[in-house]
Structures are given as structure tokens and as C-alpha cells.
């Protein structure tokens, strides 16, 4: 199996690839969306628990063809949550360019941040964007 490279997208262009039906992952702590913000309809998950969502690596839960746009607080969160999905299988990755920050800044959907995290523990949620 080939290894596909996930490539390094501009928010507008994550944007324009979540609007055309790319499965949106945040892979963001609970307190970082809840400081900076959330992006309705994204699917939340812990980046060191991709099982969770994509189910084992051997048996994925999400088909191989889809496309994905993974975003965190910039793209050193980003980049290796879409360098384990690739490694994977998956065949059409990316990651935001300047991470939430720049997904809000360029004006994409977002919700603002309360400026507190509850201290409860994570749990994924599920969403299709």
C-alpha cells in the first residue's frame, strides 16, 4: 500500500473541502474549543485516540477514499494526527495551515469560545460535518 503524503491546506481551501463533504475532524483539547472556540459540525476526538472515530487501523470504520480535513490550534497538532491517518490508509488528507485561528479568521464557521473548560473527561463526539 502507497503512503499518501496529507497535504498542508489554507483554511479557504479547508473550508471550501469541508462545504463539498470532507468529514471535518478537531482533534483540539476540551479547553482549547472552549477558550478559542468550536467549529459546528465537527467531529471531536482526542489525537491520541483516532480508534475512537476511525475505529482500529486494521478494520476502519471510515472508508479509506474519504476525504478528511483535521484541525487543531495550529498545524503541529494538525500535522500528526494527518500523518497517523495517512499512515493508515487514508488516501485524501489534509490539515489546516495556522490551525482554528485561522479557520476563524477566515471567516468559516465557528462558535465563539465561553472562556472556561469543564473539568470533566473527554469524551468523542461524533458529528458528520
Known amino acids: 500500500m502507497t503512503q499518501h503524503q496529507p497535504l498542508l491546506t489554507p483554511a479557504t481551501d479547508a473550508g471550501?473541502?469541508?462545504?463539498?463533504?470532507?468529514?471535518?475532524?478537531d482533534v483540539?483539547?476540551?479547553a482549547g474549543r472552549a477558550t478559542a472556540g468550536a467549529i459546528p459540525g465537527a467531529t471531536v476526538t482526542d489525537r491520541e485516540d483516532l480508534d475512537a472515530i476511525f475505529g482500529a487501523a486494521s478494520a476502519p470504520a471510515v472508508s479509506l477514499d474519504t476525504?478528511?480535513?483535521?484541525?487543531?490550534?495550529?498545524?503541529?497538532?494538525?500535522?500528526?494526527?494527518?500523518?497517523?491517518?495517512?499512515?493508515?490508509?487514508?488516501?485524501?488528507?489534509?490539515?489546516?495551515?495556522?490551525?482554528?485561528p485561522a479557520?476563524?479568521?477566515?471567516?468559516?464557521?465557528?462558535?465563539?469560545?465561553?472562556?472556561?473548560?469543564?473539568?470533566?473527561?473527554?469524551?468523542?463526539?461524533?458529528?458528520?460535518a
Do not use: K
Open 16 to 25: 471550501t473541502r469541508v462545504a463539498a463533504g470532507a468529514f471535518l475532524v
Open 28 to 30: 483540539r483539547s476540551e
Open 67 to 100: 476525504p478528511i480535513v483535521v484541525v487543531c490550534g495550529s498545524e503541529r497538532g494538525s500535522g500528526p494526527v494527518a500523518e497517523a491517518l495517512a499512515a493508515r490508509g487514508y488516501t485524501d488528507v489534509s490539515h489546516v495551515a495556522g490551525g482554528f
Open 103 to 128: 479557520w476563524r479568521d477566515a471567516g468559516l464557521p465557528a462558535e465563539p469560545g465561553t472562556g472556561a473548560a469543564s473539568s470533566g473527561p473527554h469524551e468523542p463526539v461524533r458529528q458528520r
